[in-house]
């Protein structure tokens, strides 16, 4: 079982910055792919952005190549989102996700066995 814990979220003009914290429970965190996605208001949850088990390969959604980056720390039990040149359509809940897999990240993450609660990040413009 992994817990997941978001942190990092808040309020900021479009063009800001933000760094999202991903804080895992567990003593398996470093085999685990890590990812985040987000969910705008009156829309479904999509993708944003994943990292292999090592952080040897990474994976953005197009809409955020080039803005943010994610990366993780596995002797913390942390994965992060650096959020820059934020613009009012990334006002959303972003959330956490863990899938049990070390294989290197090819795509678009589309299994998941554990989600965190998620923090809420609204850019205003």
């Known amino acids: 079982q992994v817990q997941l814990v978001e942190s990092g979220g808040g309020l900021v003009q479009a063009g800001g910055s933000l760094r999202l914290s991903c804080a895992a429970s567990?003593?398996?965190?470093?085999?685990?792919?890590m990812g985040w996605f987000r969910q705008a208001p009156g829309k479904e949850r999509e993708f944003v952005a994943a990292?292999?088990?090592?952080?040897?390969?990474?994976y953005y959604a197009d809409s955020v190549k080039g803005r943010f980056t994610i990366s993780r720390d596995n002797a913390k039990n942390l994965v992060y989102l650096q959020m820059n040149s934020l613009k009012p359509e990334d006002t959303a809940v972003y959330y956490c996700?863990?899938?049990?897999?070390?294989?290197?990240?090819?795509?678009?993450?589309?299994?998941?066995?554990?989600w965190g609660k998620g923090t809420l990040v609204t850019v205003s413009s």
């Open positions: 990292i292999s088990w090592n952080g040897g390969s990474r």
């Open positions: 996700a863990a899938d049990r897999t070390t294989a290197q990240v090819m795509g678009v993450m589309k299994a998941v066995d554990y």
């Open positions: 567990g003593r398996t965190f470093s085999t685990y792919r």
